[in-house]
């Protein structure tokens, strides 16, 4: 049941979040947006961090991090500059194709298997993602 919770937050959080990129991204310029996202995760982020017990450090993992939110920023900085161009509708199911990176990684760098289902699950995810973005 505790998966469920996270589950829905993290969907509920990540949902809500594409939506209103949508609305900031055509009101103010993306860097000014930008700016607002990251001062958003450091507040969010050091509140979670400490509250929760984390600590600071130096190592890969630490580096890793970095890259990870750095990685987000730039994301969230082209789905800005989309969001002037493209409807939210389109963008966002669009953005669900980056499932076929961390799957294709898992697979040659971690030796997760590839099952038929798997295989199965991938090809209707992405058909469901191409058929959402679509235009009529």
């Known amino acids: 049941m505790e998966r469920i919770g996270w589950l829905l937050l993290m969907l509920g959080t990540w949902g809500a979040a594409g939506f209103l ?3 900031i991204g055509v009101r ?3 860097y000014s947006a930008v700016l607002g996202i990251v001062i958003g995760y450091v507040i969010v982020g050091l509140a979670l961090g400490f509250n929760g017990g984390g600590k600071l450090g130096v190592s890969w ?3 890793a991090a970095l890259i990870v939110g750095g990685c987000y920023i730039v ?3 082209a789905f800005l500059k ?3 161009m493209e409807e939210v509708s389109v963008i966002v199911p669009l953005g669900g194709l980056n499932i ?3 799957i294709v990684l898992g697979i040659l760098l971690l030796g997760e298997a590839i099952t038929l289902r798997k295989l199965a699950g991938i ?3 992405l058909l469901s993602i191409l058929l959402l ?4």
């Open 75 to 77: 994301g969230n900085w």
């Open 133 to 136: 973005s679509g235009r009529e």
């Open 28 to 30: 103010i310029d993306s």
């Open 100 to 102: 076929i990176i961390p």
């Open 123 to 125: 090809i209707f995810a």
């Open 21 to 23: 990129m949508k609305i």
């Open 61 to 63: 993992s630490y580096g």
């Open 82 to 84: 989309l969001a002037r």
